[in-house]
C-alpha cells in the first residue's frame, strides 16, 4: 500500500499517546525504532512517557509476537535502561531467554548472532537485578546447555 503521509502518522502516534489505550504500547514502540523523522520519534516518546500501563507487558509481546528480532532486542535494551521494577524486568528477562530457545537456524549465521545476544544480555539483566526467581536456577542450566550444544553445532 501506500506510505501514509507525514501529517497521518504524526496525528495517530498522537492519538496513542492521547488515548493511552493498553494496546498502545507497542506501536508506540514500533514508532520509536522504525527510523522515523527525528520529531515522530519525540512524538512517540512524549505519547509513551504518558502511557500509564505496565511496559514489561508491552516488551514481552514484542518478543514473542514480532517477528524481526532487531526489535525483539530493542524491547529487551528498553527494559535493560528502563526504570521498571525488579519483577518487570524479570518478567521480560527471562521471556527473551526462554523466546530465543525457538531458534532453530544454522549456528554462525547474523540470526544465530542476534540471538544469542539477546540470551547473554538477558542473563546479564537478570544478574544486574539480582534476580531470586525460582524458576532461574533452571532456565540458565537451560541456557548453558543450549549454548554449549548450539557452539557444538557450529563447530562441525
Known amino acids: 500500500g501506500e506510505k501514509p503521509s507525514n501529517p497521518v502518522v504524526f496525528g495517530a502516534i498522537d492519538a496513542l499517546g492521547n488515548l493511552k489505550p493498553e494496546e498502545a504500547f507497542v506501536p508506540l514502540f514500533i514508532a520509536i525504532n522504525l527510523g522515523y523523522r527525528n520529531r515522530f520519534i519525540k512524538k512517540a ?3 509513551l512517557g504518558r ?3 505496565d511496559p514489561a507487558d508491552g516488551c514481552v509481546d514484542i518478543i514473542l509476537h514480532d517477528q524481526d528480532v532487531t526489535f525483539q532486542q530493542k524491547a ?3 527494559t535493560i535502561s528502563s526504570s521498571m521494577n525488579t519483577e518487570s524486568k524479570n518478567k521480560v528477562a527471562k521471556t ?3 523466546h530465543s530457545f525457538s531458534y532453530t537456524g544454522a549456528a554462525g549465521s547474523e540470526l544465530y ?3 544469542v545476544k539477546m540470551r547473554n544480555d538477558a542473563a546479564r539483566l537478570l544478574g544486574d537485578i539480582k534476580s ?3 524458576e532461574l536456577p533452571s ?3 537451560k541456557k548453558l546447555e543450549y549454548d554449549k550444544d548450539l557452539e557444538s553445532k557450529e563447530k562441525v
Open 132 to 134: 531470586q526467581d525460582e
Open 139 to 141: 532456565l540458565l542450566k
Open 113 to 115: 548472532t542476534k540471538y
Open 51 to 53: 502511557w500509564t500501563g
Open 45 to 47: 516518546e512524549i505519547a
Open 96 to 98: 527473551a531467554i526462554s
Open 76 to 78: 529487551l535494551e528498553y
